[in-house]
């Protein structure tokens, strides 16, 4: 299963904050990791995070089913971001905490469908994407 992350941004503005920065640090690592054998299997999961913008906010708290298509086999998690993590120091910690969850929510997804998920090696990823990402930021 390949993981996908990205977000909904309803303001330009939203390209500058603390948020979508680590959003874009976490997805560059998840990029350096596709040639890893688990992330070329099916089934997927696409992650998608809601940001709030000055007129328009997510319109639920937490995370949410969006989808799923049978043909990619894939299935879409919605996270709503509260307002108060789009400027926060912990904008990472969030994104990877989501992402845990969401493997969480779909490992459940899954199982209810009989299909196959290997979601102990997807949360060993995270954990190695945590790891890069905060080497990341202190070299930087």
Same mark, same amino acid.
Not at 99 to 104: F, G, I, N, P, R
Not at 123 to 134: H, Q, T, V
């Given at each position: =299963? ?46 998608? &995070?809601? =940001? ?7 319109? &639920?708290?937490? =995370?949410? &089913? ?32 989501? =992402? ?9 997804? &899954?199982?209810?469908?009989? @299909? ?15 790891? @890069? ?8």
């Amino acid at each position: =299963m390949a993981i996908y992350i990205g977000a909904y941004l309803p303001d330009r503005q939203l390209d500058e904050s603390p948020f979508h920065k680590a959003l874009v640090r976490v997805a560059a690592g998840l990029a350096q990791q596709r040639r890893d054998p688990l992330q070329t299997r099916s089934p997927h999961l696409d992650l998608h &995070f809601l =940001m709030p913008g000055s007129e328009e906010a997510p319109p &639920f708290e937490g =995370m949410r &089913f969006h989808s799923f298509d049978s043909r990619s086999n894939t299935l879409r998690i919605e996270s709503s971001v509260p307002g108060r993590m789009v400027e926060s120091v912990h904008a990472e910690a969030f994104v990877i905490a989501a =992402m845990q969850d969401a493997v969480d929510n779909a490992r459940s997804f &899954f199982e209810s469908q009989s @299909e196959a998920f290997a979601s102990d090696e997807y949360f060993a990823l995270i954990d190695r994407l945590s790891g @890069e990402a905060g080497r990341t930021r202190t070299l930087n």
